[in-house]
């Protein structure tokens, strides 16, 4: 929020120290949080509160509010202007920012807050994943919005989800416009984002004749049921039958491919390279999450260490992704690795 304070004081002196009158009195606007609002959980009509505004002498104050900021196209008017709980209803297929003033008056004192709603934003959300196992970093740029990432190193995830918004980085198809940098040489993609979706780009393939994987999560922190947890996993190794088991000896569960543990999934266990399980996700409840380890198979033979889930137990909305890589480094030529996707986003 951003707050502009002004405050009136009249002090009527007789002699030269004694006040026979002080009238003084300081406005706190409080327009509320920001707001980001989507129509389909919510409807159209956006409901705002300013009764957190308050008088440090308690002498009252009136209300009055004003849209300062619409989307193009966007035509709408407030309900309620004069009163400390306004409203104002959208059409259908707006998607925008509105910024809305609120100003508190008493007599010639005013004080003014503002507030920004975002309504239904078009905006995408895509992580890097730098998986070849060579020495060279990978940085992710999108020229139509001037973001360029940092340096991702080789079998390393970005240290955070990077916001795309579509209404200013798709063209005319609705497709944005990616380069990654690698080797020296730049890799260039057109992609289909979709608002409110958290999509993956996979650098894979060698030094010399890189590629892109480009994936896209079914469940974030926005569409994930309340009270659940979700998994998947990736297979960016040139191996083929690989099977994530789970050790749940300590809780008499015994040693079990992922799927089957959380039983009913309708996913075959085995995945080859590039596979991502079918774009599908292990759903469970939050609660149950707890340090497990996790490790893989191919050809029933184990070529994997142990990898934990370090999911937080607190919180709704959370979600990971377990991750084979090829590593030359390691005894067994390869890495299974847990990245925790919602400890990324914003």
């Known amino acids: 929020m951003i707050r502009y304070l002004s405050f009136f004081f009249l002090l009527a002196v007789v002699g ?3 006040y ?31 009764s957190a505004s308050s008088d440090v002498n308690n002498l009252g104050f009136t209300y009055s509010w004003e849209i300062t900021t619409q ?5 709408v008017a407030l ?13 259908e297929g707006t998607s925008g920012r509105f910024i809305v003033s609120m100003t508190i008056a008493r007599g010639d004192q ?32 999108v020229p139509s919005i001037q973001l360029t990432s940092q340096p991702i190193a080789a079998l390393e ?61 079914i469940y974030t922190n926005n569409s994930q049921p309340m009270g659940f947890s979700g998994l ?10 690989m099977v994530l088991f789970i050790d749940a000896t300590a809780f008499n569960f015994g040693i079990l491919p992922l799927d089957i ?26 609660s149950s999450i707890v340090p497990l380890p996790i490790w893989a198979t191919v050809s029933e033979e184990r070529i994997s260490n142990d990898s934990a889930i370090e999911l937080n137990s607190s919180g709704d909305g959370q979600f990971g992704t377990f991750i084979l890589f090829p590593d030359a480094s390691s005894p067994l030529g390869h890495k299974l690795t847990f990245l925790n996707n919602s400890a990324l986003l914003p």
């Open 157 to 217: 995830a970005d240290i955070t989800y990077h916001a795309i918004d579509l209404g200013l980085a798709a063209d005319a198809s609705g497709n944005v416009g990616i380069e990654i940098d690698y080797n020296g040489a730049t890799i260039s993609e057109e992609l289909s984002l979709r608002a409110l979706t958290n999509s993956v780009i996979y650098l894979t393939g060698s030094v010399s004749s890189p590629e892109l994987l480009v994936t896209t999560k």
């Open 110 to 141: 005013k004080a003014r807050d503002f507030i920004n709603i975002d309504v239904d934003p078009q905006l995408a959300e895509v992580l890097l994943v730098n998986a070849i196992d060579a020495g060279q970093p990978a940085t992710l740029r």
């Open 261 to 286: 543990l959380f039983t009913s999934l309708g996913l075959p266990q085995t995945f080859g390279p590039l596979n991502f399980k079918q774009n599908a996700e292990v759903l469970f409840p939050t």
């Open 71 to 75: 989307p193009d196209g966007s035509s």
């Open 16 to 18: 030269c120290s004694d």
């Open 20 to 50: 026979d009158e002080v009238a003084f009195t300081v406005l706190l606007p409080d327009a509320g949080e920001d707001i980001i609002h989507f129509t389909d959980d919510s409807g159209t009509t956006i409901n705002l509160d300013g």
């Open 232 to 241: 998947d996993a990736i297979n960016l190794a040139d191996v083929s039958d």
């Open 79 to 91: 309900d309620g202007s004069s009163t400390a709980t306004p409203s104002f209803t959208v059409a």
